[in-house]
């Protein structure tokens, strides 16, 4: 039996794509199934599901339980998310910005992350705490965890004036990104850096980013309540 190679679900969703739009798969055609397509990818078919799943997302196929995966027929329509910095946001608002470095340390990557980013079991990876400021009021707190195998300079890269955020979209700008948005209730870490109590609703982003298919960075930025995240058509 051959192994499957660590190719990323990004590759698969990019070559499917690419045929879509090249009409190598026309509209309304039955696309091969996941066993099929991992075997030609040579990777585990959760691999290309993901991959299916995406493009689904994106309005380029349509999946139904039996009946295997379709190209679309309508035109789609995506709605387009700017992925600003703190800094930014809290500059556009007129009001003063402030960052704040409150923890950095060198970790090997747990199992959930390492789920998540699809990295080698026990990676390491710089677990940074953050908090940024919006008039001296708690505007954004932030966790992230970065890849030091795609990002090896980050270990010694100073983070103490500004946010991880701000120096990878210098040191090391992504290709893709998947970001969702969640409704989450405060705990008490939560409510001590955000000034609110235990229980505040609150919208938390998170976001993993890639380049050129390497993991890079994961990351949970937690908004002040009330924050709002408009994007247009």
């Known amino acids: 039996m051959t192994a499957h190679r660590r190719i990323s679900f990004q590759v698969v969703r990019d070559e499917v794509k690419r045929r879509i739009e090249a009409r190598v798969w026309p509209q309304g055609s039955l696309l091969p199934t ?6 030609e990818f040579n990777c585990a078919r959760a ?3 993901r991959a299916l799943r995406e493009l689904a997302d994106q309005g380029f196929v349509e999946r139904k339980r039996k009946s295997g995966t379709r190209v679309k027929k309508e035109p789609r329509r995506q709605a387009k998310l700017e992925i600003s910095l703190a ?4 500059e556009n608002q007129n009001a003063t910005y402030r960052y ?16 998540q980013l699809n ?3 026990g990676a390491r990876v710089l677990h940074v705490i953050c908090m940024h400021y919006a008039d001296n009021r708690p505007f954004q707190f932030e ?17 103490n004036t ?13 290709t893709d990104a998947e970001i969702a948005f969640c409704a989450i209730s405060a705990d008490g870490r939560l409510a001590e850096y955000m000034g609110t109590t235990t229980g ?9 980013t890639w380049k050129d298919g390497q993991p890079i960075t994961f990351a949970r930025m937690t908004h002040h309540p009330g924050f709002c995240v408009r994007t247009r058509y």
């Not at 800094?87 to 809290?90: F, G, I």
């Open 34 to 39: 996941e066993t099929q397509l991992a075997e």
């Open 47 to 49: 691999t290309v599901n």
């Open 87 to 90: 800094r930014q946001t809290v």
């Open 100 to 115: 704040a470095l409150v923890e950095r340390n060198l970790v090997n990557s747990p199992g959930w992350l390492t789920s």
């Open 119 to 121: 990295v080698e079991p």
């Open 143 to 159: 966790e992230r965890w970065i890849n030091i195998q795609a990002v090896p300079e980050v270990e010694h890269a100073d983070l």
């Open 162 to 174: 500004s946010g991880p955020h701000e120096w990878l979209l210098n040191a090391a700008p992504f």
């Open 200 to 208: 505040t609703s609150m919208i938390q982003l998170e976001r993993t």
